[in-house]
């Protein structure tokens, strides 16, 4: 029986595989709690869940404070104004929570390095959940100093000089990756850390939400369209020229997660909903249309979905390439997209059994990989190492 | 005032661009000196790699792209700009060809 403590920032694609991770420890008899910022998650986690909140004295909501910019961009403001931010103003309420509760294991998500920083000072036993393999990979010198110089400027202020490292952000102990080695490729070299795939989190946690299955027709290919939850909201071009490509394929039917104001312009072969069990759907379509988010490709492929990936921001661009390098994927321009290039686009994706193929093979690994449940038990073993323990 | 051969540069540039990206949308998008790689054409590292490489081979061993643009902060290169790769091409050829 170890005590853990899980900290993840408020973002669904970061808390779904911790919930799944949290799900399967609590079934193993272990004690999970969470230190998470409970405005934005406590109705997310589960009712009896035992939440410390992080966000206690803090007013801000953080939501990404940005959600219009694309490419690099995102990618250094996501630093500049939400992880580090974050970080700094978690440092004193975490530290003091993980007194109280005095767990044998730490799980921080990759993107919350203020966790990192409170597990590396109190010389505890912390694993690191990584939901998107591009964090793991070296990209360009100029990036990866740049990032070396972020952290090092976060570390300055809470870690005594001898704790300090070039990436404090993954655990000396275990870092467990929601990808497979086979998805990731060898496109790019690896920062240097224990890492373990357990592929796609798979067990749920997730609450479940209605959706009307009686639409979907049994004699038509059918297609998910989905930009993920931090830029569904962005704007409605790309979802409008998807449904300009669509009126001209009744054979294809395809639920389109898009704020439900274009309900009214969607043509009798697109379904607009603003919230949808994703999982439960991808058993049912013939191929997806996405932002190349990394658990969506993963869920997606696990299925053995081929798809149409137009990257906009953050990790995106990275994983639409590792789907498009598997010969799994085609690529979109989100921002450019006309009708025409759209339907041509869906003609192949639906016409090319190469994808699908490809698509399959990837499933495979990605099936077998052990996900939740083997990163559950990565995470109980760290509680067996006392020697993994610095200070009393 | 740019001269005949930045002018010059700029147009190849813009062409290797089109050529690389090759979608409908480009053949009638507006590409000018500030038109930047990252906001305004949506280009992935990976086309821009691309777009570099045929210059360079254009050009030959006067270029040193990669050098050019290791030298950049992230800033920069987020920022980066059709007129700032065109103004480095046409200086770094201009000196080596006086």
Redesign the interface.
């Known amino acids: 029986m170890a005590r853990i403590l899980f900290t993840v920032p408020p973002l669904t694609g970061h808390l779904n595989p911790a919930l799944a991770v949290a799900d399967a420890l609590t079934a193993a008899g272990h004690k999970v709690a969470w230190a998470v910022h409970a405005r934005q998650l406590r109705d997310k986690l589960p009712p009896r869940a035992h939440v410390y909140p992080l966000d206690a004295e803090d007013p801000d909501d953080h939501g990404i404070v940005h959600p219009q910019v694309?490419?690099?961009?995102s990618v250094?403001l996501f630093f500049e104004d939400y992880t580090l931010p974050i970080a700094e103003r978690m440092l004193l309420p975490l530290e003091a929570i993980t007194r109280s509760f005095q767990p044998d294991v730490m799980v921080v998500d990759h993107q919350l390095p203020g966790g990192a920083l409170v597990a590396r000072k109190l010389g505890l036993p912390w694993a690191t959940l990584v939901t998107t393999s591009a964090s793991i990979l070296k990209m360009?010198?100029?990036?990866d100093a740049?990032v070396e110089g972020q952290y090092q400027t976060l570390q300055a202020r809470y870690l005594p000089p001898e704790l300090t490292v070039a990436r404090p952000d993954f655990s000396p102990h275990r870092v467990i990756v929601f990808s497979t080695e086979s998805l990731l490729g060898t496109q790019h070299a690896r920062i240097d850390a224990p890492y373990t795939f357990v592929g796609p989190a798979k067990g749920d946690g997730r609450r479940p939400v209605a959706f009307p299955w009686e639409w979907l027709k049994p004699d038509t290919r059918k297609l998910l369209v989905s930009l993920g939850t931090v830029s569904r909201d962005r704007d409605t071009r790309f979802f409008e020229v998807m449904m300009a490509a669509l009126a001209e394929l009744p054979a294809v039917q395809a639920v389109l997660v898009a704020p439900e104001s274009l309900a009214a312009l969607a043509p009798p072969n697109v379904l607009i909903r603003d919230y949808v069990p994703q999982l439960e759907l991808l058993d049912q379509v013939d191929g997806v249309i996405c932002h190349a988010g990394h658990n969506t490709v993963c869920e997606a492929l696990s299925r053995g979905l081929p798809m149409i990936v137009a990257?906009i921001r953050d990790d995106q661009?990275v994983i639409?390439?590792q789907v498009i390098d598997a010969g799994a994927g085609l690529f979109m321009?989100?921002?450019?997209?006309?009708p025409?290039?759209a339907k041509s686009l869906i003609g192949q994706l639906l016409a090319t059994p190469s994808l699908a193929e490809n698509a399959q093979r990837l499933a495979q690994d990605l099936r077998a990989a052990p996900g939740a449940q083997g990163a559950a038990e990565c995470i109980a073993a760290l509680a067996l190492q006392p020697a993994l323990r610095k200070v009393a | 005032m740019s001269s005949p051969h930045q002018e010059q540069t700029l147009a190849l540039v813009i062409d290797h661009i089109r050529n690389t990206v090759n979608e409908d949308w480009i053949t009638d998008y507006d590409i000018e000196r500030g038109t930047r790689f990252n906001d305004d054409l949506e280009l992935e590292s990976i086309e821009f790699v691309k777009i570099a490489e045929a210059l360079q081979a254009h050009y030959g061993t006067r270029l040193a792209i990669i050098d050019w643009l290791s030298g950049k902060s992230i800033h920069e290169l987020i920022g980066l700009s059709v007129g700032d790769l065109a103004d480095y091409i046409a200086a770094a050829t201009e000196t080596a060809s006086a």
């Open positions: 694309r490419g690099l961009e250094r360009s010198p100029l990036l740049w990257p661009p639409a390439r321009r989100h921002g450019k997209v006309t025409a290039m």
